[in-house]
């Protein structure tokens, strides 16, 4: 549904309610954070695409702060929305790998033990709502609705097709909260829809609600394209498309322009000011995509797989500007809790930082703070320009300030650098737990 007149009195009523001090204080504004699925650092025209054009998100890099060194805590999806819901490594909660439609991984799930931001968010106060991708248990007892979220529209699995809303396995897989409900309709636009209806229902309120994107994941689909999974057929995992980057490019553009109707809305009920709007993906592009200069993709711990485009917008709050800080997916929740004023138990401690000071003067909050990665064999200790990638048997060091690309391995030339990485890095693993230990790998 979108804007019409009948929202735009829906909207003139709750103003009213603003001026009568119903239920909003100034010090809990609204935070919306949107993830992309598999967009790549270069996929965006802010970030130097040339091929897709994506107004919408560029008017929020404009006139926002855009991050170049901003990192998903794993180049899959699962563990980083955990560690994004969490504000801890992943390791922590045993999420470090994905949790697949098939086999044993499908009966396992992000614990409800486990305190998430949209827990805290709730208990103070804000009206939570998740629209999309889960993608942290296919499991009744895993829902979003019993770990904070009061409204959940959108799937469980890690992608569907875009039209049938049918899994990978061909289990239909579209939810309202714990229901599964029938819902026609091109999987981006009916995500938008969601959120939209959220903030209307809600803007006389505080609200944390979660935007959480298919797009630009396979099975590459386009608006007008045939739906093409149903149970009992054979399917290809891509999607039948024939033009691959034409298709693409519209999943990406249409997704941005969704981002556009989200701000519409923010507009429309007077809180663009009041709304901190957060952008970021999962992790990096497939090979299909745009990891710009990077070297690796999708599943790597090179930068392509995990380097990701941010953007920070809260119109009147956030001047425009980039910083280069070294960020984590991770380090959202603490940043979110400190801007909304939000409490939690003193002794909860998160692995991510608080970064709002970036946001509104600049200054560092992670200087020659050292981060970690581990996905499937291969591990990665970044500290300030010096990063150290372990995939299997090889071990090399990159010094990322001249080589983004990590083409040289200058081992030889700092040893010395190689061995704290490296020592770091056996302490976070017994720090987190060894990969034998986790649920999902």
């Not at 959220?198 to 994107?213: C, D, G, K, R």
């Not at 054979?234 to 980057?245: H, P, R």
């Not at 923010?266 to 009041?274: H, T, V």
Request: proline share 4%; aromatic share 10%.
């Amino acid at each position: 549904m979108r804007l019409s007149t009948y929202r735009a009195c829906i909207a003139v009523t709750i103003l009213m309610m603003y001026a009568c001090g119903k239920t909003r204080t100034d010090n809990k504004p609204n935070v919306i954070i949107i993830v992309a699925d598999d967009l790549g650092y270069g996929g965006l025209s802010c970030y130097g695409d040339k091929n897709v054009r994506t107004p919408h998100v560029d008017k929020l890099a404009a006139n926002g702060l855009k991050f170049t060194d901003f990192h998903s805590n794993a180049p899959v999806c699962t563990p980083t929305r955990a560690a994004l819901l969490t504000g801890h490594y992943q390791q922590r909660s045993g999420m470090e790998g994905v949790i697949y439609v098939r086999g044993e991984t499908r009966s396992l799930g992000l614990d409800t033990a486990e305190l998430t931001l949209a827990e805290i968010m709730q208990q103070n106060g804000y009206a939570t709502g998740l629209m999309g991708k889960w993608h942290l248990g296919y499991k009744n007892e895993f829902n979003p609705v019993y770990h904070g979220f009061d409204e959940f529209h959108g799937y469980l699995s890690g992608n569907i097709d875009y039209h049938s809303h049918y899994d990978n396995a061909g289990i239909y897989d579209w939810w309202h909260n714990t229901d599964s409900v029938y819902e026609e309709g091109y999987s981006t636009d009916l995500i938008t829809d969601h959120a939209e209806n959220f903030i209307e229902h809600h803007a006389a309120e505080p609200f944390f609600l979660m935007v959480m994107h298919e797009a630009p994941h396979v099975p590459l689909q386009g608006r007008k394209d045939p739906p093409y999974r149903f149970p009992g057929k054979s399917f290809s995992y891509q999607g039948s498309t024939e033009n691959v980057s034409a298709t693409y490019k519209e999943m990406v553009e249409v997704m941005d322009e969704g981002v556009g109707r989200i701000m519409a809305a923010l507009k429309a009920y007077d809180l663009e000011e009041k709304t901190l709007v957060l952008f970021i993906s999962d992790n990096g592009a497939e090979p299909i995509g745009n990891n710009g200069m990077l070297n690796g993709a999708k599943g790597s711990l090179l930068e392509g797989g995990h380097r990701v485009p941010a953007i920070a917008y809260w119109k009147g709050r956030i001047s425009p500007g980039e910083s280069s800080e070294t960020l984590l997916t991770m380090d959202v929740l603490p940043t979110v809790l400190s801007l909304c004023n939000a409490g939690t138990p003193s002794s909860v401690v998160f692995d991510g930082i608080d970064f709002s000071s970036i946001l509104f003067d600049g200054k560092g909050a992670s200087t020659r703070r050292t981060v970690f990665w581990r996905y499937n064999k291969q591990k990665a200790a970044r500290n300030g320009k010096w990063k150290l990638w372990i995939d299997q048997a090889d071990t090399t060091l990159f010094n990322l300030e001249s080589d983004l690309g990590e083409i040289k391995d200058v081992s030889d030339d700092y040893p010395d650098i190689k061995r704290q990485l490296g020592d770091a890095l056996i302490e976070w693993e017994r720090s987190v737990g060894q990969p034998e230990a986790m649920k999902t790998l």
